[in-house]
């Protein structure tokens, strides 16, 4: 299947560099990468359940909106800045 990955330019250097080196084609390359760490997550040890700590309070503030990065950025600066008034 074809399909478009956006990598870090260093990351897609040094997995092309690996490619040429072990004559395979970037494609393999990718790939194998792939089984290897899919297959670690697969069979790795179980991992403690992450607890969350959360913090009493009203809920939202009138005006938030979790739907908009945006706006919740320009909240998060507002609250910033009168923090440090």
């Not at 299947?1 to 004559?23: C, V, W």
């Not at 494609?27 to 089984?35: P, S």
Request: glycine letters at 8%.
């Amino acid at each position: 299947m074809r399909t478009t990955l956006r990598l870090d330019d260093r990351l897609l250097a040094d997995a092309k560099k690996l490619a040429i080196e072990t004559g395979r084609t970037f494609t393999q390359v990718v790939e194998d990468a792939l089984r290897v760490a899919l297959s670690q997550r697969s069979s790795g040890e179980k991992r403690k359940p992450m607890r969350l700590h959360t913090c009493g309070g009203q809920g939202l503030q009138p005006g938030v909106d979790l739907a908009s990065n945006v706006a919740l950025a320009e909240l998060m600066d507002e609250y910033d800045g009168s923090a440090r008034r």
